[in-house]
C-alpha cells in the first residue's frame, strides 16, 4: 500500500475562495506530481517537482501554483476557485531511476460551485 | 510531444481472456507504464515495459514492441473486480515523467 496521502478527499467551495489541496507522502521520494483527472479522461500533469525547491508547471495550463518546502510535503493552492476548476486532482511520487513507477494518493474531488 | 491511443470501452465474460491494445508516438522513447483505477480510485501500477517483450505476473501480463509503438496487457482468468479503467502511460526523452492516454475502461459481466 501506497504512503502518499490527499486531503481533503472531497471539497466543495464557492467561486472566489482561496483554497490549498495537501498532499503529503513518507516513502522518501524526490519526484512528486499532479495530475488532473475530468470523468472518462486521460490524467494531465498540471505541475511536478523533482526535489525541493524545484517545481515545473506541466504539459496541462493551470492557474494553480505549489510549492515545495520539504521532500514530504507538495500542496497546490487555487488564489481563486472557479467552476472551470471542478475537476479530480491527483497527487504522485516515484523514485528516482529507470523503471520506478509513480504512487498515486486517493485524490481530491473539488467541486467549484 | 506523445500521442497514447486506447480503445475506450471493453466487455468481456467472467473467466474468459481479455487484451488491451495501446499505440503510441513518441520520439526518444523511454518506457511504458500500465495502471488500473477504480472508479472513484487512485490508479494503481501493474507492470512497466522499457525493451521488447513480455512481462508476466501472475494474471496479467503486458507486451511490447518498440519498432511498432505498441503494447498490449493482456488479463487471463477475469473476476469482476478487474472491471475498472486501464491507463497506459509513456515516457519518453529523458523526463520520468509519464504521460497517460485516456484510458480503456473494462466492463466485466458474469
Redesign the interface.
Known amino acids: 500500500e501506497?504512503d502518499i496521502y490527499q486531503t481533503p478527499r472531497y471539497l466543495v467551495i464557492g467561486t472566489g475562495k482561496k483554497i490549498t489541496l495537501e498532499c503529503s507522502q513518507t516513502m522518501g521520494h524526490d519526484?512528486m506530481?499532479w495530475?488532473q483527472q475530468d470523468p472518462?479522461?486521460?490524467?494531465h500533469?498540471i505541475h511536478?517537482s523533482y526535489g525541493v525547491n524545484s517545481t515545473e508547471k506541466?504539459?496541462l495550463s493551470s492557474e494553480s501554483t505549489v510549492s515545495r518546502i520539504r521532500t514530504e510535503h507538495f500542496p497546490l493552492t487555487l488564489e481563486s476557485a472557479r467552476p472551470s476548476h471542478t475537476s479530480q486532482y491527483?497527487c504522485a511520487s516515484?523514485e528516482?531511476g529507470?523503471?520506478?513507477?509513480?504512487?498515486?494518493?486517493?485524490?481530491t474531488r473539488l467541486t467549484v460551485v | 510531444g506523445q500521442n497514447i491511443d486506447q480503445p475506450t470501452e471493453m466487455t468481456a465474460t467472467e473467466g474468459a481472456i481479455v487484451q488491451i491494445n495501446c499505440t503510441y508516438q513518441t520520439s526518444g522513447f523511454n518506457g511504458l507504464f500500465w495502471y488500473q483505477q477504480h472508479a472513484g480510485e487512485a490508479p494503481t501500477f501493474l507492470s512497466y515495459n522499457v525493451l521488447d517483450g513480455l512481462e508476466e505476473k501472475g494474471r496479467f501480463s503486458s507486451f511490447l514492441s518498440r519498432s511498432k509503438g505498441y503494447s498490449y496487457l493482456l488479463l487471463k482468468e477475469l473476476q469482476m473486480k478487474d472491471s475498472a479503467s486501464y491507463l497506459c502511460a509513456v515516457r519518453s526523452g529523458g523526463s520520468y515523467i509519464p504521460t497517460f492516454g485516456r484510458g480503456t475502461s473494462l466492463i466485466v459481466h458474469p
Not at chain 1, 98 to 103: D, L, N, V, Y
Request: aromatic share 20%; no cysteine.
Open positions: 501506497a519526484k506530481y495530475y472518462g479522461m486521460e490524467l500533469l511536478y506541466g504539459d491527483l516515484s528516482d529507470q523503471g520506478t513507477e509513480a504512487f498515486f494518493g486517493q485524490g
